[in-house]
C-alpha cells in the first residue's frame, strides 16, 4: 500500500512539474489571456500578469462547463462583446503577434468578428480576426477566415482557403512578425493554400484604440453569433508545437504554472 501511494505521488508530482514547464515556455511573451472561465460578474479577468481586463458589454453572458475548455463566454450576434479600453497600449508597437483562440458558431456564411482593434468602422485593418462570408480577392473564396494588420510600414491582409467555416469548436491561431506574411493555423494545421495574402511589410502595429472579443471590422450593431473560449495574445510568433498543443486541448494549464484541469477532466472534455 505505502508503495502504491508513492508511486501516486511521484506520478502526480512528474505531472505536475511537466505542466508548470509546458506554461512556463507557452506562456513566454503572454500579454493577455482570458481564459472565460468566470461565473458571474461583468468582468472578464486577464490570467497573464498584466491584469488587462475586460469588461462584458450588451447581452454577453458566461456559460459554465459550456466552453473548450472550462466555461466560455456566449454572444448572440446582437452587438455583445468583451472589451478592453486600455487594449490600444498593449496592441500599437508590437512587431510580432499570435493570436491564439476558440470559437463555436452558431451558424456559418457570415462576416461576425472574432478579435479587433477599434470600434468597428467596415474597414479590416490594425489588428483584426473574424470569419468572411466572400473575399472580395479575385478569385474570391467563401466561409473563410479572414485577418489584417495595419503597421508603420503599410497594411497587410489575409483572407484564407473556401468552406472552413464551421458549428464545430475550431481553433484558430493567426501571427505576424513584421517583414513577414500572415499565417494562419485552423485546428493546429497551417492553412498554406489562402486565397490572398498580402507581401510582409516591416514595422510595428500602429491604429489600435482597444482590444475587442467578438466584433470585427463589419460588427457595428452586431457581434459573434456563438462561444469564445480561452483568448491568448503574445508579443511574439508561437513555434508550430506550441500552437499544435494549444490546439489539441489536451494539457490545459493556467498562467502561473498550476495544473487546471485533471487528466480525467481533459478525458471527458474530449470525448
Same mark, same amino acid.
Given at each position: !500500500?505505502?508503495?502504491?501511494?508513492?508511486?501516486? +505521488?511521484?506520478?502526480? $508530482?512528474?505531472?505536475?512539474?511537466?505542466?508548470?514547464?509546458?506554461?512556463?515556455?507557452?506562456?513566454?511573451?503572454?500579454?493577455?489571456?482570458?481564459?472565460?472561465?468566470?461565473?458571474?460578474?461583468?468582468?472578464?479577468?486577464?490570467?497573464?500578469?498584466? =491584469?488587462?481586463?475586460?469588461?462584458?458589454?450588451?447581452?454577453?453572458?458566461?456559460?459554465?462547463?459550456?466552453?473548450?475548455?472550462?466555461?466560455?463566454?456566449? +454572444?448572440?450576434?446582437?452587438?455583445? %462583446?468583451?472589451?478592453?479600453? @486600455?487594449?490600444?497600449?498593449?496592441?500599437?508597437?508590437?512587431?510580432?503577434? $499570435?493570436?491564439?483562440?476558440?470559437?463555436?458558431?452558431?451558424?456559418?456564411?457570415?462576416?461576425?468578428?472574432?478579435?479587433? %482593434? !477599434?470600434?468597428? @468602422?467596415?474597414?479590416? @485593418?490594425?489588428? $483584426?480576426?473574424?470569419?468572411?462570408? &466572400? %473575399?472580395?480577392?479575385?478569385?474570391?473564396?467563401? =466561409?473563410?477566415?479572414?485577418?489584417?494588420?495595419?503597421?508603420?510600414?503599410?497594411?497587410?491582409? #489575409?483572407?484564407?482557403?473556401?468552406?472552413?467555416?464551421?458549428?464545430?469548436?475550431?481553433?484558430?491561431?493567426?501571427?505576424?512578425?513584421?517583414?513577414?506574411?500572415?499565417?494562419? #493555423?485552423?485546428?493546429?494545421?497551417?492553412?498554406?493554400?489562402?486565397?490572398? =495574402?498580402?507581401?510582409?511589410?516591416?514595422?510595428?502595429?500602429?491604429?489600435?484604440?482597444?482590444?475587442?472579443?467578438?466584433?470585427?471590422?463589419?460588427?457595428?450593431? &452586431? %457581434?459573434?453569433?456563438? +462561444?469564445?473560449?480561452?483568448?491568448?495574445?503574445?508579443?511574439?510568433?508561437? &513555434?508550430?508545437?506550441?500552437? &499544435?498543443?494549444?490546439?489539441?486541448?489536451?494539457?490545459?494549464?493556467?498562467?502561473?504554472?498550476?495544473?487546471?484541469?485533471?487528466?480525467?477532466?481533459?478525458?471527458?472534455?474530449?470525448?
Amino acid at each position: !500500500m505505502r508503495i502504491r501511494i508513492l508511486l501516486t +505521488l511521484i506520478t502526480f $508530482t512528474i505531472v505536475v512539474c511537466f505542466g508548470s514547464i509546458v506554461s512556463a515556455g507557452i506562456d513566454d511573451g503572454l500579454i493577455v489571456y482570458y481564459p472565460f472561465d468566470e461565473s458571474t460578474g461583468d468582468t472578464a479577468s486577464d490570467a497573464s500578469k498584466h =491584469n488587462n481586463d475586460a469588461k462584458l458589454t450588451g447581452s454577453a453572458k458566461w456559460e459554465p462547463n459550456s466552453g473548450k475548455i472550462g466555461g466560455a463566454l456566449r +454572444l448572440d450576434g446582437t452587438g455583445s %462583446s468583451a472589451e478592453d479600453d @486600455n487594449g490600444g497600449d498593449y496592441i500599437d508597437g508590437l512587431e510580432a503577434f $499570435t493570436i491564439a483562440v476558440w470559437v463555436k458558431s452558431d451558424t456559418v456564411g457570415h462576416d461576425r468578428g472574432i478579435i479587433h %482593434s !477599434m470600434d468597428p @468602422n467596415g474597414g479590416d @485593418n490594425v489588428f $483584426t480576426l473574424r470569419y468572411d462570408a &466572400a %473575399s472580395w480577392s479575385t478569385p474570391g473564396g467563401t =466561409n473563410l477566415i479572414k485577418g489584417a494588420v495595419t503597421t508603420t510600414g503599410g497594411g497587410q491582409a #489575409y483572407e484564407g482557403k473556401s468552406d472552413v467555416q464551421t458549428t464545430e469548436w475550431q481553433h484558430l491561431a493567426f501571427l505576424w512578425s513584421s517583414g513577414e506574411k500572415l499565417q494562419l #493555423y485552423i485546428d493546429g494545421e497551417l492553412d498554406d493554400n489562402p486565397t490572398h =495574402n498580402d507581401d510582409g511589410k516591416t514595422g510595428s502595429i500602429t491604429g489600435a484604440t482597444k482590444f475587442i472579443v467578438g466584433k470585427g471590422a463589419k460588427d457595428a450593431s &452586431a %457581434s459573434w453569433p456563438g +462561444l469564445i473560449d480561452d483568448v491568448r495574445i503574445h508579443d511574439r510568433v508561437l &513555434a508550430e508545437s506550441e500552437i &499544435a498543443e494549444l490546439a489539441s486541448g489536451v494539457l490545459a494549464v493556467e498562467a502561473d504554472g498550476k495544473l487546471a484541469t485533471t487528466w480525467a477532466d481533459l478525458k471527458q472534455k474530449r470525448d
